[in-house]
């Protein structure tokens, strides 16, 4: 599918309509279908054990899929999350985390993808999502370049 | 299953372990395998559109089903959640958020339950979970009663 | 909601569009946004460990979803799963299994309930699933009452 | 992580312990934390509209995790499912599906997977799943080459 906004312009209208949104998370690239969204660490989401709170890895998985779904409709803020599921598969360090998405669908009501998540520098992940997005039937499409 | 922590009693041991987790919940009834939980409402959760954000009522599900564990295995601070899965069914009011839990299992090392929520005096839930906790196999459990 | 269908026009309107469908299945209660459906025992559904298999319990949980949905929206036969997923709690008993679904919404493009399994006379489930169904934009509603 | 059997050895097994169950399944690569699993097309899976049923595409979708699974442990006919979630994304092909699982972990305990389908010579994927098994604590581990 054709991309239609860049990392820039996302992590801009994030800030726009959702102000404070992007001050934990760093977009660090986008392609159609897919993004990379890392999460930055602070001492406020730990939990007891040391590890990352699980609530902070589902917003990363929320908002990861949210960055790749708007590199693909555009300035679309009234999508949202219908269902979201994530497996907690190893403790994360407390380090930085990165997410990858990967879109598996974006139809004209629903958008599906799953999303991997690692501890900055580990080759396995710490946990796994999918996460579904209703997407308005009408859009406030901008003018697409 | 009998219960070992009254609201109070898990109140007091949420805070201990994790502080400031509670100041957004209250636990308003605890039973056998059942929690009744409250999050108090606040603006720093909406999103765009006006609605209560999706991490807060993932929070909100992770936090009903451990005050329901916790009233049945006692104070214990290492389980953690392995796995939750939520659907977002309507927008929430700008209100505060109710979450019944039901446990359907509490094994040796999982325990199982369905959360729904409901924003406050609404009788349609505007989400439902459920969660997976992973309990450790060397429990702390402390003296009971 | 409404009820437009009972338990015995669903049975034959599944057996008109999906021959063999209720084969296995006994509709045994239907009421607004409620099913209770039974699966029939039989011996090739069994696997290793002489449990009854996964996949009979989630063709089950997907089964009284659907019979729960088409109560409500009549004889509609292109409503398609999106989206199921499924606990399994207890191995079941060599026996019926009994499925009681709740409907949490049924809106003009999804229908998300949770469905409850028991093997046939225990009281504690031995499976949980969520199912969700997406409901054709233009329906083929049948003149109802 | 190392892989214990490979293709033909598991389809033995598979065949050894849940007879038929391979009749319509063919295991066709496997290393070590993924494998490719092709479901043979057959009339009896149609459902309304023409498509493969939901519940085909879960016992696919089970079926693939358990091959990657018995490649890493080995012969141990009693692991069990213990969560399958699946998102129905297009209707499948009147065709073969095609389904490729990765691992994400093997631990002592439970093993998690994503499992993504594909109608024989499609690029988009029909359905994606994660699964999960229990792993018995006393395994009948073969001696391992």
Request: charged share 25%; with cysteine; glycine share 6%.
């Amino acid at each position: 599918m054709k991309q239609r906004l860049n990392a820039g312009q996302i992590t801009e209208f994030l800030n726009e309509v959702f102000p404070g949104a992007m001050d934990r998370f760093v977009i660090e690239d986008v392609s159609p279908m897919r993004a990379r969204v890392r999460m930055k660490y602070s001492d406020y989401q730990l939990r007891p054990g040391g590890t990352i709170s699980g609530p902070s890895l589902m917003t990363l998985a929320d908002t990861g899929l949210w960055v790749a779904l708007l590199a693909i409709i555009g300035r679309e803020p009234l999508s949202v999350t219908s269902h979201l599921d994530i497996d907690f598969l190893r403790k994360p360090a407390p380090a930085d985390v990165v997410a990858l998405t990967v879109l598996h669908k974006v139809g004209k009501r629903l958008a599906v993808g799953d999303v991997l998540m690692y501890s900055d520098g580990e080759d396995v992940p710490c946990a796994r999502a999918s996460v579904t997005y209703a997407i308005p039937s009408v859009r406030n499409d901008p003018p697409v370049d």
